[in-house]
């Protein structure tokens, strides 16, 4: 075998998840939908970016992050100085604020009531 071949006999082998639509600083099971705080959005996403990756998803795209949270918090983790504060996440493809049509999905709800 060479030195950058690994025998995988009797292992699983799992491929890179990838989730393609999440708002890290959202919290799905209050559904939060008043105001939230910058302070309340940063811990938020770091808990759900840690529950993200403990679940297997090693790459997101974050659809919409209030105060730019998703690119702040993604520029941290690849600044080398916070390498040795035991952040778990997976690698996050920011998009920065929710922008939506005028219209656009909010309307939908209202015409249902």
Known sequence: MKKDEFDLKNE????RLINVHTHTMMNPYSNKL???SETE????ALHNLRELFK???????DCGCAFNRDIKITRMLND???SDYGILSPLI???GR???ITGGQVIQILLKE
């Not at 699983?12 to 491929?15: A, D, G, I």
């Not at 959005?41 to 938020?44: N, R, W, Y």
């Open 12 to 15: 699983f082998v799992m491929p």
């Open 34 to 36: 008043e105001y939230l």
């Open 41 to 44: 959005t940063t811990a938020l």
């Open 55 to 61: 679940t297997g998803i090693m790459s997101i795209r």
């Open 80 to 82: 080398e100085v916070y």
């Open 93 to 95: 493809v920011p998009s």
């Open 98 to 100: 929710p922008m939506c």
